[in-house]
């Protein structure tokens, strides 16, 4: 029978909020201290989330990230990376890499991969900040997972997001399906969260450029997508629940509240 008490940090660890793993981990510590085994029992659960966040590590002595993903995974705590040609084992809890070993990938599709991450690179380089990217045969070599993930954290101002994107593509057509997900935290003082996700179909017909390319454009539509959503939200619902400013249009000074005749100098007239 399952432990009630892993089932309960199991959902604590997937639902944790970008760049909040560590938090998590020292929180379940201070409500746990009788039970140090608890986080190594939960361990299958940060193993999922980290795979599902497409969580973004340096190797040590590296400056580039390398991915963990279900899709690279060897089994063991052990990934590979495709482009630094090296394996590594993955602390799920810590989120650090170790041990890392050479690697040479076994697949039909190589050449194929490395001018998708060519093209891949670029994409990153003009779109985003502090992405991580990579392309993974899956099991069978019928298929290429096409995968990044784009963190920005800003403890500073209490707000941390992420942008991960996932597709699914045929060798031959570099046709497939992918999809897009968000998640924005804001925790000032109360805890706001943004999660968006969208499916796509992704059409190809000349190499993995032109397959690249049209990855970036569902990719900005999407975004646009998202800036009329927050365009919406700011002027049609979020001001449904509290006035901006007052009938008058002007902000209110404070400092003279005192001084104001209600109906006359806040209601903008003599009566």
């Not at 690697?103 to 076994?106: A, E, F, G, I």
């Given at each position: 029978m399952s432990d009630p008490r892993v089932a309960i940090v199991s959902k604590?660890?997937?639902g944790t909020p970008p760049g909040g793993v560590a938090s998590v981990v020292r929180q379940i510590k201070l409500l746990t201290p009788d039970e140090p085994d608890l986080l190594q029992s939960a361990e299958p659960a940060f193993q999922k989330y980290n795979e599902e966040q497409l969580t973004a590590v340096k190797l040590p002595g590296a400056s580039q990230s390398v991915l963990v993903t279900p899709y690279n995974s060897l089994g063991d705590g052990r990934y590979y990376d495709v482009e630094s040609s090296s394996s590594f084992e993955f602390d799920h809890t810590t989120?650090?890499?170790s041990n890392v070993q050479s690697?040479?990938?076994?697949s039909q599709h190589t050449d194929l991969i490395k001018s998708l991450l060519k093209s891949l690179s670029t994409h990153a380089a003009e779109h985003y900040t502090n992405a991580a990217y990579s392309v993974f045969p899956t099991?069978?070599?019928s298929t290429l997972a096409v995968v990044l993930v784009a963190n920005r954290y800003s403890p500073a101002n209490f707000w941390n997001?992420?942008?991960r994107t996932t597709y699914l593509l045929t060798p031959s057509?570099?046709?497939g399906t992918g999809s897009i997900k968000v998640?924005?935290?804001y925790y000032e003082d109360g805890n706001v969260r943004l999660s968006a996700s969208k499916e796509l179909s992704i059409t190809s017909s000349s190499g993995a450029s032109e397959a690249v390319r049209q990855i970036a454009l569902a990719e900005r539509k999407y975004h646009e997508e998202l800036n009329r959503g927050f365009a919406d939200l700011s002027e049609g619902s979020f001001k449904g629940l509290r006035r901006q400013l007052p009938v008058t249009r002007q902000k209110v000074e404070w400092e003279k509240i005192g001084?104001?005749?209600l109906g006359q100098d806040i209601g903008g007239g003599r009566r």
């Open positions: 604590f660890i997937q989120q650090k890499a690697y040479t990938l076994d099991d069978d070599d997001g992420r942008f057509s570099l046709s998640d924005v935290h001084g104001y005749r």
